[in-house]
Structure formats: structure tokens, C-alpha cells
């Protein structure tokens, strides 16, 4: 497609941009026309489709849901869904909620292109909340259906401490960095579940 010209379209201070998996969308996170924290999105000719103000969403990926709809994936930061994981479709921009309230310190990927239909978190901090500390996938159909994967236990001194949890291709099996707890924060080394043993 065309470059975009963000400027030109009031893309203000960007945080993130990034290209769905069938290169039908690109979107990015940034100041929109003054707004903060929007995102913005585009289709593959370069025309803009919409602008989503209403639910700040942090540390999101693509995926496709399970009915094979191209979606964004991540925590709403604020907004009716603050602390909640939730989808949302890029052709329309329908909201699902996906996960109770969790954390606003938290990880997504949908990297997971052979396992259409999920995405992978983690919530990075102890707050309360039933998924505190956990490595987990998520079913993108609205049913609540959560794997849980692992325990982290990084002690979050600083943003590099963070699990940054991502998957395989095929979702058997999840990387992630602790730092197991250490006081200092260091070393923070990487771990692997692997879904596939028994």
C-alpha cells in the first residue's frame, strides 16, 4: 500500500504501530489530533477507517478471533473496561470483554498464527486479582475461557523485569523472562512452558 504520511493525519508522539497478520490493517498508538493515547487505524490502501478514543488499550497485538475476524487484542487502560483484557474487532470496532479486572501492569501477543481464536497474556504485578503474576491464554469468543500457564514470579524492579510473555506459532508452547524474585532484579533469564509435555 501507500505510505502514510502520520503527521499529515495529526499522528502526534507515537507509541506503537504495527501491520495484522494478513496485512490488511495497520494501526498506531499516539496522540491523535491532540488526544492522547488513541488509536488509529488504517486499511491496506491507506485510507483511514476510524479513530478509537474511547478505550485506552496498553501493550496490544493482532489476532484474528474465533470466527476468523481480524481483532486487537490488549488491556483497556481505562474507560467502562479499565483492567480488563478485551478484543476488538478492526472491521467494525466491536468491543468484547474477554477477562475479569486484572491489572493495568500487563503483557499481550498473538503471535500464536496457528492457533487462531486465542491470545496470550500476562499480568505482570500483585494486585488482588485472580490472575496476579500469570502466564495465560485467553479464548477470543467472549466465553471467559482462560488457560492458565504459569507463575512468573518476577519481582518488577524496573520495565526490563517485566515476563513479556509471547508464544510459538502454533501456542504449545510460551516464552517469558523472571527474574524469580530476586531483590535486585537481576539476572532476569528466560523460561519456556511447553504445553506439549505431559
Not at 133 to 138: L, P, R, S
Not at 145 to 170: C, G, K
Amino acid at each position: 500500500g501507500p505510505d502514510i504520511d502520520l503527521a499529515a493525519k495529526g499522528v502526534t508522539n507515537l507509541d506503537w504501530v504495527s501491520v495484522s497478520a494478513s496485512g490488511n490493517y495497520v494501526a498506531a498508538l499516539a496522540t491523535v489530533n491532540g488526544t492522547l493515547a488513541a488509536l488509529k487505524v488504517w486499511d491496506r490502501s491507506g485510507t483511514a477507517l476510524r479513530t478509537w478514543t474511547d478505550f485506552r488499550m496498553a501493550h496490544l497485538d493482532f489476532g484474528y478471533d474465533q470466527a476468523g475476524n481480524e481483532v486487537i487484542f490488549g488491556a483497556a487502560a481505562s474507560g467502562s473496561y479499565a483492567k480488563r483484557f478485551i478484543m476488538r474487532r478492526l472491521a467494525d470496532g466491536v468491543v468484547t470483554p474477554l477477562t475479569p479486572a486484572v491489572s493495568y501492569n500487563t503483557h499481550s501477543s498473538t503471535r500464536n498464527n496457528l492457533r487462531r481464536g486465542w491470545a496470550y497474556a500476562v499480568t505482570n504485578d500483585v494486585t488482588g486479582g485472580v490472575l496476579d503474576q500469570t502466564v495465560f491464554a485467553v479464548k477470543l469468543d467472549g466465553s471467559g475461557t482462560v488457560e492458565r500457564l504459569a507463575r512468573h514470579r518476577s519481582n518488577l524492579a524496573d520495565y526490563d523485569s517485566s515476563p513479556f510473555a509471547v508464544p510459538s506459532p502454533d501456542g504449545k508452547r510460551v516464552m517469558f523472562a523472571s527474574n524469580w524474585g530476586a531483590a535486585s532484579g537481576r539476572p532476569v533469564q528466560s523460561y519456556v512452558v511447553d504445553t506439549r509435555c505431559p
